[in-house]
């Protein structure tokens, strides 16, 4: 059974950085989309970012309102992903999930499409 776990979350003021990692653990398979996503409390999950890295180079996909702010990049050798995110807002307050989609691959802008999800890290930015 494939293990995410996230980590990096926490309190920063608007304007301010965090980076945020993703621990994989059990993987089987040799390729995965890696996403983020967040969520506020009673709202339904939002499409971050995600990566996929295949034969033929490397994809990266980023929501319109995280981009040119956020960073998405995924260290193979020890499984690991970030989400480096900068100019943070009030409006990117939320829990922050990491998830993996294998093969056959899914839409990476849908929560549906990922099969492994890590229990979440909080992101809290103060205006």
């Known amino acids: 059974q494939l293990q995410l776990v996230e980590s990096g979350g926490g309190l920063v003021q608007s304007g301010g950085s965090l980076r945020l990692s993703c621990a994989v653990s059990g993987r089987t398979f040799t390729g995965y989309t890696m996403g983020w996503f967040r969520q506020t409390p009673g709202k339904e999950r939002e499409f971050v970012s995600a990566?996929?890295?295949?034969?033929?180079?490397?994809?990266?996909y980023y929501a319109d309102s995280v981009k040119g702010r956020f960073t998405i990049s995924r260290d193979t050798d020890i499984d690991r992903g970030y989400l480096q995110m900068n100019s943070l807002q009030p409006e990117d307050t939320g829990i922050y999930y990491c998830?993996?989609?294998?093969?056959?691959?899914?839409?990476?802008?849908?929560?549906?499409?990922?099969?492994?999800w890590g229990q979440g890290t909080q992101v809290t930015v103060s205006s």
């Open positions: 990566v996929n890295v295949n034969w033929s180079g490397a994809s990266t």
């Open positions: 998830a993996a989609d294998p093969p056959p691959y899914g839409d990476v802008t849908l929560a549906e499409s990922y099969d492994y």
